[in-house]
């Protein structure tokens, strides 16, 4: 084998490590946060994991609003709309809440039902308004 091949296979090969590195090592893009997001709550919802996930983040202020939401029989039912999760959603519909994605928790600062919600992976985690 010549010098030249041996130095393109060990490029090539360097090469395919590199990205392999970055794909690994690179967070994923997020969306940016809607224009009206109170920055204060950003750590709150950097607090939200995903059940059953033992600290993977759920969701954002990009992937997360607050929606309407109603109970139809033993499960929850949540609004999306287009001018909450933009043109993902063409219409307002509403989705059922699978049980494993409503979080426990009772510290929810937004007053509102909040959806984590991401085309092609669906509901990553729902949080009820604060129940009085």
């Known amino acids: 084998m010549s010098s030249v091949q041996r130095f393109v ?3 090539a090969g360097l090469l395919v490590a590199v990205v392999m590195l970055l794909a690994v090592g690179v967070p994923t893009l997020r969306a940016q946060p809607p224009e009206n997001a109170d920055p204060t709550l950003a750590p709150w919802f950097q607090s939200l994991q995903i ?12 992937d997360c609003r607050p929606v309407d939401y109603r109970i139809d029989g033993d499960y929850y039912e949540a609004l999306l709309t287009p001018e909450q999760f933009g043109r993902t ?5 509403w989705i059922p809440v699978p049980f494993d ?3 426990q928790r009772v510290d929810n600062p937004t007053g509102k039902a909040i959806l984590c919600w991401q085309p092609g992976n669906g509901v990553l985690c729902f949080v009820r308004p604060h129940e009085t």
């Open 101 to 103: 994605r409503v979080l």
């Open 51 to 62: 059940p059953g996930m033992s600290h993977i983040s759920c969701c954002s202020q990009s």
């Open 9 to 11: 296979e060990v490029f």
């Open 89 to 93: 959603v063409r219409e307002a519909q």
